[in-house]
Antibody
Framework: QLQLQESGPGLVQPSETLSLTCTVS??????????WGWIRQPPGKGLEWIGN???????YYNPSLKSRVTISLDTSKNQCSLNLSSVTAADTAVYFC????????????WGQGTQVTVSS | QSALTQPASVSGSPGQSISISCTGT?????????VSWYQQHPGKAPKLIIY???NRPSGVSNRFSGSKSANTASLTISGLQAEDEADYYC??????????FGGGTKLTVL
């Protein structure tokens, strides 16, 4: 049974870097069979795709966030990480990690999400 | 990259059928058969209910079905039940190897 668990600071200062980790259990990030991604949801609003990464190292980012986003894999810890720099209040959201099978369009597994607030 | 267009809300009575549209462009919905749908209850993570336009994951009720015509994908829920009340989101692959969500639709079961 695959489980994804997001973790990281719940409060980030404006202009700082938001750093989150998604720990994977019951599966491995060291496979090109799946893409690992991040999605966020501002309070009371819809879902926004942030980006994906695959084991081979290829990354794909939302064009509107591309200049500020980095997604990486730590195979030794079986984790996927998200860094979002120069944050503002507009980056306040619940952040989800999710897994998509290569060749399919569905995000079949999701973490429970973690709330991040950007405020001084 | 603009969000796909969904109606803000739809409603139906128990037992009825409803459809939710998801309109994109020739660069996303119209170009690829890579449209998925998600159900989200308040405070919960989204759940995949349709992928690759028409496919249902194992365990998802056959009351949920998907289709696509030109730049518009649709989710149909038949035999509405109270538990179907939730937010629904579509998602599509786009040119440039990126993905885009719809704005979401709130389904109310009357």
């Amino acid at each position: 049974q695959l489980q994804l668990q997001e973790s990281g600071p719940g409060l980030v200062q404006p202009s700082e870097t938001l750093s989150l980790t998604c720990t994977v259990s019951g599966g491995s990030v060291s496979t090109n069979n799946y893409y690992w991604g991040w999605i966020r949801q501002p309070p009371g609003k819809g879902l926004e795709w942030i980006g994906n990464i695959v084991y081979s190292g290829s990354t794909y980012y939302n064009p509107s966030l591309k200049s500020r986003v980095t997604i990486s894999l730590d195979t030794s810890k079986n984790q996927c990480s998200l860094n979002l720099s120069s944050v503002t209040a507009a980056d306040t959201a619940v952040y989800f990690c999710a897994r998509r099978r290569a060749g399919d369009s569905g995000l079949e597994d999701w973490g429970q999400g973690t709330q991040v607030t950007v405020s001084s | 990259q603009s969000a796909l267009t969904q109606p803000a809300s739809v409603s139906g009575s128990p037992g009825q059928s409803i459809s939710i549209s998801c309109t994109g462009t020739s660069s996303d919905v119209g170009r690829y058969n890579s449209v998925s749908w998600y159900q989200q209850h308040p405070g919960k993570a989204p759940k995949l209910i349709i992928y690759d336009v028409t496919n249902r994951p194992s365990g998802v009720s056959n009351r949920f079905s998907g289709s696509k015509s030109a730049n518009t994908a649709s989710l149909t829920i038949s035999g509405l039940q109270a538990e179907d009340e939730a937010d629904y989101y579509c998602n599509s692959y786009t040119t440039g190897s990126t993905w885009v969500f719809g704005g979401g639709t709130k389904l109310t079961v009357l």
